[in-house]
């Protein structure tokens, strides 16, 4: 990634190669978004026969018929956007018709949609289909590869609609004497107690989640989960963390919670804070030894994010050794575990292997 | 200003405004009762029942829990966020004044949108509701007039 002195972020050019990933997962999630509208599309209903409550009255009404092929050509889109075919345009089009959507009538308004409606407009604003793409594959067949390094400055607005649900979420709550003292949960949790007793939870768990002093105590550590990933996000040295509770977070909001989408786009979602640069780490693996054949074959398989340029050698004084973007060299273990944590499907269970710190490289 | 940075400026305006944008939506949302993309989920515990009724022009009172006028059902008309079967004490999933503002919007739209009821005057309803381990509560809607024939 470049990053001329002047500007910062607004002249930064870089790799979008995780927003494209990103892209191809929103694609999908859409799709399970419009979901529930065609089941009624196929059933027939058509959403201004029953009440419904335009956000604008100014916005024209589509009739059914109109409404009907809009929604299945947004599924085309999606579809498409997933793929990577025509990718500005199905992406636009598939922003377009999901805001339209919720905009027609505040019934279908939801946070979670309004969260992907979000991630839609980050990834209009980007060149998303430059990798991981039909339209890539497509031009590269034609000897058109387009270049990798984009400008990166949308990336920012896209960050910053990226934390707002943590950041919103986080601080109504810690603003609500009732929320953060835990009140509200333990009612819930109370209400539902025989929805959770149905789904098999243990009764240790059950009498657990009775407890008022356990409410006083959980819900503020949600809180403060929530907040610390919407700041930690932005910064540096905290991101790995951040990315890393905001999973947890999301894993157990989905586990004990009905939210649609929100779960899974959360955890995509934290695509857009991957660093903006591609093979820009050096692995050099002795591919005479199992370790060195083992971690070259998960890197070919699962570095979905480009993270490293990887070398086979053989006959080397290490198995593994990482040339991190500064310079620093690092061999053994601690190197592999290091690279393994920047593969995306790895990463959840390597990182907390690394919090004994960096070795001083030999 | 010089030509080389106007589009930096674009750039960070256009930052700006999506910055503003949203946080005019989250603050916002804090007098909104539906919260609209302000990002307040899971923002109470509340369940709701409501009782509704049509009231004729002569003041006669008749409960539409099993639908009306020949043809019209009340979880057929109102669709979705649990204002599709009120009748029965169940979750505010809109949190209870989101609810009680589309449930007002609902009785509303129900009185303009059912042409072949030629005898309800209004519809009423009467709303009990539990909020944060509070209440019960009680509130009282009413919808619009409707012209009769």
Redesign the interface.
């Known amino acids: 990634m470049t990053a001329p002195a002047e500007?910062g972020w607004?002249?930064a050019r870089g790799s979008v190669r995780a927003l494209c990933l990103l892209r191809a997962i929103v694609g999908v999630l859409t799709l399970v978004h419009l979901a529930p509208f065609l089941e009624e599309m196929a059933a027939g209903?058509y959403y201004a026969d029953?009440?419904?409550?335009p956000?604008l009255e100014l916005l024209p009404t589509p009739g059914r018929g109109l409404y009907f092929a809009m929604l299945s050509g947004c599924a085309l889109t999606a579809a498409l956007m997933a793929v990577g075919a025509l990718t500005r345009v199905t992406t636009a089009l598939t922003f377009a018709f999901v805001l339209y959507n919720v905009l027609l009538n505040?019934?279908h308004?939801h946070?979670n949609r309004?969260?992907l409606i979000?991630i839609l407009f980050g990834l209009t604003l980007l060149p998303v289909g430059r990798e991981l793409s039909v339209d890539a594959w497509w031009r590269r067949r034609r000897g058109r590869a387009l270049p990798l390094e984009v400008d990166l400055?949308?990336l920012?607005?896209m960050r910053?609609?990226g934390c707002?649900?943590y950041?919103?979420?986080g601080s109504?709550?810690l603003v609500?004497p009732?929320?953060w003292g835990g009140?509200?949960?333990?009612?819930?949790v109370a209400?539902y107690r025989h929805r959770a007793e149905a789904a098999g939870v243990p009764e240790a768990i059950l009498d657990l989640l009775a407890e008022p002093s356990f409410h006083a105590v959980f819900w503020k550590l949600i809180v403060c989960t929530e907040l610390f990933v919407g700041v930690g996000l932005w910064i540096p040295r905290a991101r790995y963390a951040a990315i890393f509770m905001a999973v947890i977070f999301h894993v157990n909001v989905e586990l004990t919670?009905s939210?649609q989408i929100f779960s899974y786009l959360g955890v995509a979602a934290t695509l857009m804070w991957v660093t903006p640069s591609a093979r820009d780490r050096r692995l050099v693996l002795d591919v005479d030894t199992a370790r060195g054949r083992r971690l070259a074959a998960r890197v070919r398989r699962l570095d979905w994010l480009a993270r490293f340029e990887v070398e086979e050698v053989r006959g080397a004084a290490d198995p593994v050794t990482l040339i991190d973007r500064d310079g620093r060299r690092y061999v053994g273990p601690w190197a592999a575990r290091y690279a393994m944590s920047r593969l995306p499907l790895l990463a959840f269970p390597m990182l907390p292997t690394l919090l004994r710190g960096r070795p001083r490289a030999p | 200003m010089s030509s080389r940075s106007s589009p930096y400026v674009l750039r960070a305006l256009f930052v700006a405004v999506v910055a503003i944008v949203q946080l005019a939506f989250v603050a916002h949302a804090y007098r909104d009762p539906h919260h609209h993309f302000g990002y307040q989920p899971f923002s109470e515990s509340a369940t709701w029942q409501a009782r509704i009724e049509r009231v004729t022009a002569d003041g006669r009172r008749f409960s539409i829990q099993s639908g009306w006028a020949g043809r019209y059902r009340w979880n057929e008309l109102v669709r979705g966020r649990g204002l599709d079967w009120p009748f029965s004490m169940g979750h505010a999933s809109s949190g209870i004044d989101g609810t009680l503002a589309y449930f007002q919007q609902a009785l509303d739209w129900v009185a303009r949108n059912t042409p072949e009821d030629r005898e309800t005057l209004y519809l009423d309803a009467d709303v009990i509701y539990y909020q944060n381990r509070r209440g019960p509560y009680r509130a009282h809607l009413r919808s619009v007039d409707r012209e009769l024939p």
């Not at chain 1, 009140?183 to 819930?188: F, G, I, L, Q, S």
Request: glycine share 2%; net charge positive; proline share 5%.
């Open positions: 500007g607004l002249t209903r029953s009440f419904h409550v956000f505040q019934l308004h946070h309004a969260f979000a400055w949308p920012l607005a910053i609609l707002a649900p950041l919103a979420s109504s709550k609500d009732e929320w009140v509200v949960m333990a009612d819930r209400r919670s939210v």
